[in-house]
């Protein structure tokens, strides 16, 4: 038996000739609810803040691109770019993104997370701030890159680290409490651009370098706060007493990612890169990442081609995600209570694709039906990605393996997906309403909804198989 249970924890699926079901969602006692009341006050607030600050730092060239545009204040006309070139350094970001994002989970497990998260955001709230000294288009292009090396690992960081203390079906809900704070992000970014819009010329400087400035130092200041206080690992947390650090690992034995296991090897690398099941992952997450990313840069100017002007244009980029922000949490807390990660992830995509959908054929001038669609398509991307990020990890077994794994999945599948959306909105279409954004949004959020049902039905021939192999022995199922 203890031979079989290293063989879960080590990531091996075998078919055992005498199987029982294991599983994680029996009656959770009063102690490790108090415990786990206790990790969330110390760890998801202080994730969700870092992560706000990170998505503000990367998505606020949306609001400089035309911010006091009217005027010739803007980012474009002041570094003499064209829309071309813009996208190019929206590209070039992404490209960085994909590259360091395994690198940096294993850096993450190798070091430790506080100290290697806060050396990450102090480097991205740093280059953050260089953008507001930038004058032609090459200078905007490396910042760029260099922003996405240093941002790259924390998002795919942040979901391992929750591996650490959290179980399966806890862990969705925390995503999306971390990745709902972009949405947040996304609506106080437009109050934010609203209000630093009117510092334009102030102390001779245009607003659009006053918002990179200004939006850049919390990052850098809020790193010395989380070099001392996020936890690292339940085993060694001091502000837990001797039993709750025994019950926070003893209740993650099966299924959890452990802070003294060993950093990733080659073995481990290997295993994960040929089970196949993982790369219907990873399409899966490149279809919903292109939404992700196009909405993140281009809400600004989706709202200004609805007929808002400059600063108007920014407060009007609220809304989407305020929306987006409440039916995030509740589709990922229901997708947790339910075992039904998939089908959550499917029906959300289905929401936003017809979102796309109606907004591509509406006419260019129905300005109040298409503002209504980008609400609609918002909400139903957003949504998405918690459960899917959620289900990937509840079925990866071994501590190395989940790390690279989202890694991986971000990197492979995110942030192709990322660049993809960089390009889907043509600024020559502004007038005809963007239809080839819209188009390709709706097109692939329809694949992501096909992708999951495709899974859900893979993971439960996979289940029924190990159950009708026989009975006795202990097994960990997939999960839905």
Known sequence: MAERKSDIESGKEEVSTNVVQYESTGPITEAEKALRWKQDKRIVPLSAGIYFLCYLDRSNIGNAKIMNSTTGDDLLTQTGMTNYQYTISLMIFLVAYGLFEVPSNIL???????????????????????????????????????????????????????????????RSIRVAFILASATLAGA?????????????????????????????????????????????????????????????VQRLHVEGSKGHHKAMTWADAKTTLIDWRLWGHYVVYFGISAPFSSLSLFTPSLTAGLGYKDLSAQLMTIPPYAVAYVVQVLTSWSADHFNARGLHSAALATVGAIGFLVSAVLPADAYASRYGCLIVAASGAFACIPPLLGWLSSNIF??????????????????????????????????????????????????????????????ARRNRKMLDAGSGEEVRLFKY
């Open 398 to 459: 071994s501590t190395a393996s989940v790390g690279l794994a989202i890694a991986l999945n971000i990197g492979l599948g995110g942030a192709p997906g990322q660049i993809v959306g960089v390009w889907i909105y043509k600024s020559d279409e502004a007038e005809v309403g963007y239809p080839t954004g819209h188009w390709t949004n709706a097109a692939l959020l329809f694949m992501v909804a096909v992708g999951c049902v495709m899974l859900r039905v893979y993971y």
């Open 188 to 248: 106080f970014g437009g109050a934010i651009a609203y209000g630093i819009g009117h510092m334009n010329q102030v102390g001779g400087l245009s607003a659009w370098r006053w918002l990179f400035i200004l939006e850049g130092i919390p990052s850098c200041l809020s790193a010395f706060l989380v070099w001392f206080l996020l936890p690292d690992y339940p085993e060694n947390a001091k502000w837990l007493t001797i039993q709750e650090r025994d019950l926070a």
């Open 108 to 170: 993450l497990k190798r070091l430790r997370p506080s100290r290697w998260i806060a050396f990450l955001m102090f480097s991205w709230g740093a280059l953050t701030m260089g953008l507001g000294g930038v004058h032609s288009y090459a200078s905007v292009t490396v910042v760029r890159f260099l922003l996405g090396v240093f941002e790259a690992g924390l998002f795919p960081g942040l979901v391992y680290y929750l591996t650490f203390w959290y179980k399966t079906e806890e």
